[in-house]
């Protein structure tokens, strides 16, 4: 039977624990947050991609917007469930590797473990953000996680190597490959859906172990934003 998950799995894409000053504040006082002039590359697009406003808000903006080339710029895949152990664990059972042949950015499998964020609340700034997660029943009383692949482009820490003298993209037109794998099966106490849309009141198989999904984007680096 054919399932949906009632949130979605926020595509893809970049930073790791030792680069997070520059991206993000994983404050523990905050939470896990994004920060402002960043751009945010979703790794199962077509290139799309999103910022954080002034407002704390998140902003999308379409394949073939360009970024501007005074943004810093990360891959973002973003995991969220009611099972901490699950999103804990994803460095070791969710393995990602990306490259971006432009910038000469070659992430393996092995190296990119280390830019995941480690798992977090999904506290009300990400529910105003993003919407809440249920889970499949009411009464097991579970607190939501997520847990991000943020694996930086450009700054002090960033994988890419052809970067401008203040470490920023240059500007052009860039083609990405992401590609992921999972040694073990995922299962989520999120509550989903049957195919008429009824509420399934039982933990459910989100992905299968051996699951292999690749995906090409391109996105644009332009004129620096003012």
């Not at 399934?200 to 934003?225: D, I, M, Q, S």
């Amino acid at each position: 039977m054919k399932k949906l998950l009632l949130v979605i799995v926020l595509a893809v894409v970049v930073l790791g624990v030792l680069a997070a000053p520059a991206f993000a504040s994983p404050s523990s006082a905050l939470g896990f947050r994004l920060t402002e002039k960043t751009a945010y590359i979703i790794a199962y697009g077509d290139g799309f991609w999103f910022e954080v406003t002034d407002a704390g808000l998140l902003e999308g903006h379409r394949a073939g917007e360009a970024i501007p080339a005074n943004y810093d710029v990360a891959m973002q895949l973003s995991w969220k469930g009611i099972n901490y152990g699950l999103v804990q664990t994803l460095p070791d059972t969710f393995l990602v590797k990306l490259s971006i042949p432009g910038l000469g950015v070659d992430v393996s499998d092995v190296q990119a473990r280390t830019y995941w964020t480690g798992a977090y609340l999904w506290d009300d700034y990400w529910i105003d953000a993003l919407g809440p997660i249920l889970a499949f029943n009411d009464s097991i009383g579970a607190q939501v996680y997520a847990n991000r692949w943020l694996p930086p482009l450009t700054g002090d820490s960033g994988v890419a190597a052809n970067l401008t003298a203040d470490n920023k993209l240059p500007r052009g037109i860039y083609t990405g490959y992401y590609t992921e794998s999972l040694l073990r099966t995922l299962t989520s106490l999120e509550l989903s859906y049957d195919d008429a849309m009824n509420p399934l009141k039982t933990p459910y198989h989100v992905r299968p172990a051996g699951e292999t999904f690749t995906n090409v984007f391109t996105f644009k680096v332009g004129p620096p934003a003012k």
